[in-house]
T-cell receptor
Framework: NAGVTQTPKFQVLKTGQSMTLQCAQDMNHNSMYWYRQDPGMGLRLIYYSASEGTTDKGEVPNGYNVSRLNKREFSLRLESAAPSQTSVYFC???????????FGSGTRLTVV | KQEVTQIPAALSVPEGENLVLNCSFTDSAIYNLQWFRQDPGKGLTSLLLIQSSQREQTSGRLNASLDKSSGRSTLYIAASQPGDSATYLCAVSLMDSNYQLIWGAGTKLIIKP
C-alpha cells in the first residue's frame, strides 16, 4: 500500500527547460493537490483537482499547468522553468472535504 | 480571513518530558484540524485528524484536543523521545471551500537526549 507516490524525488533543471512532476495515489481518493514549500513561506497551493476531470487554480498557479489523467494520477508541468520555481513540491490527496490529507514524500526541484 | 498561529516557534526540552504544542485559529467555521510532523528534508506525516464535532483524538503518546469555540488546538506529547524531534504543523480545513487548507508556520521541536 504505497499511498501517494511522487516522481522524481530530485531534479535539477536549467532555466527554460520543461518537465513534468508525477503523482499517483492508490487510496481511491477523489481530491488531489499540488503544493510548493519554500523556507519562510510555508506550504502554498498551486493547483488542485476536486475530482477526476476537474482542475482549478490555487494560490500560486503562474508558470504551472496540471493534468488529472485519471482518478489515480495528477501531474504538474513546468513549461519553461525559472529559478523562482526552485522549491520542494508536494502532492496530497483526500477522500472528501471532511477527510484528512495524505502527502507524498516530495520532489526537490532546483532550477539553475 | 482565517489565520492559523502556532506557538512557540521553537521548543527544546530534555528527553522524557511531557510537552504541549499550541495551535490557534481565528474562524471557527472549520471541517477539521490536522496535525502533521515534518522531518528535515522529508515529507509531511499525518499524526492526528480532529473533526469539528470532536474534542480530542489520541494515537500512542500523542493526544490532540480541539476547542472550536475558543479557536484552539493542542498537541500533547507524553514522555518525549529524541525521535520526536521534528517540525510540527497544524492545518485547518475550511468549511466554505473545497480546497483550502490553512497552515500554521510550525513549531520546531528538539528533544535533547
Amino acid at each position: 500500500n504505497a499511498g501517494v507516490t511522487q516522481t522524481p524525488k530530485f531534479q535539477v533543471l536549467k532555466t527554460g527547460q520543461s518537465m513534468t512532476l508525477q503523482c499517483a495515489q492508490d487510496m481511491n481518493h477523489n481530491s488531489m493537490y499540488w503544493y510548493r514549500q519554500d523556507p519562510g513561506m510555508g506550504l502554498r497551493l498551486i493547483y488542485y483537482s476536486a475530482s477526476e476531470g476537474t482542475t482549478d487554480k490555487g494560490e500560486v498557479p503562474n508558470g504551472y499547468n496540471v493534468s488529472r489523467l485519471n482518478k489515480r494520477e495528477f501531474s504538474l508541468r513546468l513549461e519553461s522553468a525559472a529559478p523562482s520555481q526552485t522549491s520542494v513540491y508536494f502532492c496530497a490527496t483526500r477522500r472528501g472535504n471532511r477527510d484528512g490529507y495524505t502527502f507524498g514524500s516530495g520532489t526537490r526541484l532546483t532550477v539553475v | 480571513k482565517q489565520e492559523v498561529t502556532q506557538i512557540p516557534a521553537a521548543l527544546s526540552v530534555p528527553e522524557g518530558e511531557n510537552l504541549v504544542l499550541n495551535c490557534s485559529f481565528t474562524d471557527s467555521a472549520i471541517y477539521n484540524l490536522q496535525w502533521f510532523r515534518q522531518d528535515p528534508g522529508k515529507g509531511l506525516t499525518s499524526l492526528l485528524l480532529i473533526q469539528s464535532s470532536q474534542r480530542e483524538q489520541t494515537s500512542g503518546r500523542l493526544n490532540a484536543s480541539l476547542d472550536k469555540s475558543s479557536g484552539r488546538s493542542t498537541l500533547y506529547i507524553a514522555a518525549s523521545q529524541p525521535g520526536d524531534s521534528a517540525t510540527y504543523l497544524c492545518a485547518v480545513s475550511l468549511m466554505d471551500s473545497n480546497y483550502q487548507l490553512i497552515w500554521g508556520a510550525g513549531t520546531k521541536l528538539i528533544i535533547k537526549p
